[in-house]
């Protein structure tokens, strides 16, 4: 369990034995710090690869729980890292390799998140939560909502995917659509925080999200020594998230420092890079401006509805994380991702969404200019299944054959 809930902006502290959104200070995202001193003898990476447990929650000694039984869980996390075929436009990469979040519980990565967040809501008493989402976090704070048995109140744009919607619905969430962006749907869920007394689970709002996002950057340093046949703890040399609420990003970086202190790594970083998409930039802008805040992206638009967030609090945890890490920040197209996604299915076997065929591209141009290596190890984070944006695929006119026309497969071929 942690031992203290710190603001990451002005460095208060706050009670851990009651709810908490941001600090009551300045209004800046809270993190939660652990006694990593006294762990460092009992939790080490040979415990952890002795443990049984299938989720995240073998990590449970740096997360919101006293015993791991108290997880509200579906069995998220421990999803593979699969090194990429180099083949067609891969194959001038040596060492890519994709960690893939759509095997997660409700399809994304949005599930690790959920499932830190409301097991530690439920603990402090929580009866209703509530979040805005354009995708993604809608679904899984639905399905966490309902395995930990209280209520959920979603607050969604009204062209959010159908399939994000659709489940929501399934699963009995009380769904509300709304005329704008992601932002104005945080205004609604603040102002029904206030008024019914839900508890707010928008991303960084709260300070366990990204304890269970964190969890990614737990798994990759194991995954890695794998796939180098290792026992040594590795981190790549090169990260690529695609960035919205960026509770990933801020998450895994916590996560290498955490690990730092308990002995498992040095003080070696992977070069983290950002992206965005090309109409929707808060963080690129921010970056490329030299500023430490990003400014609210004005008329933001894109099909990666995770990508779309115009604002984000913990907007200046990410600006720094960037320039710790050496990292960069970069925008890539609409119709550059979408192709990016197709690439993924014809020459990887992976429906990856469009987030994920995001920072694909994002990594061919890094190598086209030479800011990428090709023999560096670079992973690529796909944070959701494909599947969740089938509207934006439309197959077309298929060709219907009559199976009862003998020739029917002239016109088929070899």
Not at 49 to 67: E, G, I, K
Not at 91 to 108: C, I, Q, R, W
Not at 150 to 156: D, K
Not at 401 to 407: I, Q, S, V
Request: glycine share 10%; charged share 20%.
């Amino acid at each position: 369990m942690h031992t203290s809930l710190t603001c990451a902006a002005c460095g208060l502290d706050h009670a851990v034995d009651q709810l908490q959104n941001l600090c009551t200070a300045c209004g800046k995202p809270l993190l939660a710090g652990y006694d990593l001193a006294a762990l460092r003898e009992s939790f080490t990476p040979d415990a952890v690869r002795r443990r049984a447990t299938r989720s995240m929650w073998r990590f449970a000694d740096v997360l919101p729980v006293d015993d791991v039984s108290d997880a509200v869980s579906l069995g998220e996390g421990q999803t593979p890292l699969l090194r990429l075929e180099r083949r067609g436009a891969f194959a001038e990469f040596e060492n890519l390799f994709v960690k893939d979040e759509a095997f997660n519980p409700t399809g994304s990565f949005k599930a690790r998140g959920m499932a830190a967040a409301v097991t530690r809501a439920v603990a402090l008493g929580a009866k209703v939560v509530a979040l805005p989402s354009a995708g993604n976090a809608a679904g899984a704070a639905t399905y966490y909502a309902n395995r930990a048995g209280i209520e959920c109140y979603l607050f969604m744009p009204e062209d959010t995917p159908p399939a994000n919607i659709i489940e929501s619905v399934v699963g009995g969430a009380n769904v509300f659509l709304v005329n704008g962006l992601i932002s104005d749907c945080g205004k609604l869920v603040k102002q029904g925080c206030e008024q019914f007394g839900w508890f707010d689970l928008s991303t960084l709002k709260e300070p366990f999200r990204i304890e269970g996002k964190k969890t990614m950057g737990y798994e990759l340093a194991f995954d890695m020594a794998d796939a180098a046949q290792a026992t040594q703890l590795q981190l790549p040399d090169v990260i690529f998230y695609p960035t919205g609420g960026g509770t990933g990003l801020i998450g895994m970086w916590k996560a290498f420092d955490e690990m730092q202190q308990l002995g498992w790594i040095g003080p070696e970083r992977p070069r983290m890079v950002v992206v965005q998409a090309e109409n929707c930039a808060p963080v690129v802008r921010a970056f490329e401006q030299g500023a430490d805040h990003a400014e609210m992206f004005a008329n933001a638009s894109t099909v990666a509805s995770g990508l779309r967030v115009p604002a984000a609090v913990g907007d200046f945890i990410m600006l720094r994380v960037l320039r710790e890490s050496n990292g960069t920040a970069l925008t890539i197209s609409d119709a550059d991702l979408l192709d990016g996604v197709r690439e993924f299915a014809t020459q990887q076997g992976i429906y990856a969404c469009p987030e994920g065929g995001a920072v694909w591209k994002a990594a061919q141009h890094l190598l086209k200019t030479g800011w990428l290596k090709p023999d560096e190890k670079i992973v690529l984070f796909n944070t959701g299944s494909g599947l969740k944006y089938n509207h934006l695929f439309p197959v077309g006119d298929l060709p219907v054959l009559d199976h009862t026309d003998p020739n029917c497969l002239d016109c088929v071929g070899g």
